[in-house]
T-cell receptor, first 111, second 115 residues
Framework: SQQGEEDPQALSIQEGENATMNCSYK?????LQWYRQNSGRGLVHLIL?????REKHSGRLRVTLDTSKKSSSLLITASRAADTASYFC???????????FGGGTRLMVKP | GAVVSQHPSRVICKSGTSVKIECRSL??????MFWYRQFPKQSLMLMAT?????????EQGVEKDKFLINHASLTLSTLTVTSAHPEDSSFYIC???????????FGPGTRLTVT
């Protein structure tokens, strides 16, 4: 499966700052999902945004979706050291419920 | 919430041996499960789609005779790495698709090290 692209690949910020990660994809989607992965662990589902939605919030998370640009962004506000992890976007292209993952952004939040 | 387990969480085996990894959906039925492989500092790469009662569908470049997948029930899929080699060392993650939830639930992963 072909991956989308995420940028930046790595991001280092201070606690309290906001972190923004971007994801681009190539073909039309049903929905786009963001996942978090702590080092050496499984994936934790963060948020799902459908193709007919433009913005979604969940706690300190804000996700936007621009289907015309085939891109999405994940904003984490007021970051904490515990937010340090890798973040992946994944797109559902209505191909047998299969997800295509982006390359991921490694976020480090310094206390 | 929906839970997916994997067993074992870590395994070390010698080159040439076979290793079986189990993926279970604990509180829901999953007609479709997925197997991913993840190398260090890289993203997840889909290996195959496992459908209950039928043959798995493998992604291009994944050897079906090397990575045997069996989805024998609606709550269990197994991945067997046959004749493992050091280059098969990786983090293997399964996920189970919950119908109508439009969501995949991921297992915690299995770290395979082939010596």
């Amino acid at each position: 499966s072909q991956q989308g692209e995420e940028d930046p690949q790595a991001l280092s910020i201070q606690e309290g700052e906001n972190a923004t990660m971007n994801c681009s994809y190539k073909t039309s989607i049903n929905n786009l999902q963001w996942y978090r992965q702590n080092s050496g662990r499984g994936l934790v589902h963060l948020i799902l945004i459908r193709s007919n939605e433009r913005e979604k919030h969940s706690g300190r998370l804000r996700v936007t979706l621009d289907t015309s640009k085939k891109s999405s962004s994940l904003l984490i506000t007021a970051s904490r050291a515990a937010d340090t992890a890798s973040y992946f976007c994944a797109t559902d292209h209505n191909a047998g419920n299969m997800l295509t993952f982006g390359g991921g952004t490694r976020l480090m939040v310094k206390p | 919430g929906a839970v997916v387990s994997q067993h074992p969480s870590r395994v070390i085996c010698k080159s040439g041996t076979s290793v079986k990894i189990e993926c279970r959906s604990l509180d829901f039925q999953a007609t479709t499960m997925f197997w991913y492989r993840q190398f260090p500092k890289q993203s997840l790469m889909l290996m195959a789609t496992s459908n209950e009662g039928s043959k798995a569908t493998y992604e291009q470049g994944v050897e079906k005779d090397k990575f045997l997948i069996n989805h024998a029930s609606l709550t269990l899929s197994t991945l067997t790495v046959t004749s493992a080699h050091p280059e098969d060392s990786s983090f293997y993650i399964c996920s189970a698709y919950r119908d109508l939830a439009y969501e995949q639930y991921f297992g915690p992963g299995t770290r395979l090290t082939v010596t």
